[in-house]
Antibody, heavy 115, light 108 residues
Framework: QVQLQESGPGLLKPSETLSLTCTVS????????WSWVRQPPGRRLEWLGF???????YYNPSLGGRFTMSLDTSKNQFSLRLTSVTAADTAKYYC?????????WGHGTLVTVSS | EVVLTQSPGTLSLSPGERATLSCRAS???????LAWFQQKPGQAPTVLIS???RRVAGIPDRFSGSGSGTDFTLTISRLEPEDSAVYYC?????????FGQGTKVDIK
């Protein structure tokens, strides 16, 4: 059974860059699609994009160009980078397996942006 | 992008009762790529239903999905105490995939 675990800083200041990593066990990241979803406090879930080997990452076109996703096959991890964060990026960030339908999720990591 | 509107916002029902949750899309989904998730406090969402009506392996048969076009429904036929959660619909055929705002189900 696939398991996913997010890691990264819990607190950032505005304008900083957020870097999150998702460690996958029970499956190879070479063999599927991997995605990120976030949930701002009290708001609906927001799909951020997906990545897979052999294909360019696809990002939510409604969110602008601040996101970058990458894979590290040697560590069986994938990552999310978000530049120039603002308070609006405060959310619980989840990594998940799946292209557009996340069918297995990590527990999530809370990221707070505050000066 | 497709906006999904869920109703009601909260359902308060007793064990054994039937729950009917609605998800309405701002435009017709030309495909059945509509999923339902359950999220319990402090936990990640888990997928219950995909392609509008296909129950995911291991999900009890009291959960069922139906609908097409713009109107979709999740039915929980006989509520159990452990069904207390927030339920989200998601369309994943359009770009970008989007979620509804959720329906909270309280078990009295």
């Amino acid at each position: 059974q696939v398991q996913l675990q997010e890691s990264g800083p819990g607190l950032l200041k505005p304008s900083e860059t957020l870097s999150l990593t998702c460690t996958v066990s029970g499956a190879s990241i070479r063999s599927d699609y991997w995605s990120w979803v976030r949930q701002p406090p009290g708001r609906r879930l927001e799909w951020l994009g997906f990545i897979s080997t052999g294909e360019s990452p696809y990002y939510n076109p409604s969110l602008g160009g601040r996101f970058t996703m990458s894979l590290d096959t040697s560590k069986n991890q994938f990552s999310l980078r978000l530049t120039s964060v603002t308070a609006a990026d405060t959310a619980k960030y989840y990594c998940a397996k799946g292209r557009t339908l996340p069918d297995s999720w990590g527990h999530g990591t809370l990221v707070t942006v505050s000066s | 992008e497709v906006v999904l509107t869920q109703s009601p916002g909260t359902l308060s029902l007793s064990p054994g009762e039937r729950a009917t949750l609605s998800c309405r899309a701002s435009q017709s989904l030309g495909n059945p790529y509509l999923a339902w998730f359950q999220q319990k406090p402090g936990q990640a969402p888990t997928v219950l239903i995909s392609v509008a009506s296909r129950r995911v392996a291991g999900i009890p048969d009291r959960f069922s999905g139906s609908g097409s076009g713009t109107d979709f429904t999740l039915t929980i036929s006989r509520l159990e105490p452990e069904d207390s959660a927030v339920y989200y619909c998601q369309q994943y055929g359009g770009s970008p995939p989007t979620f509804g705002q959720g329906t909270k189900v309280d078990i009295k």
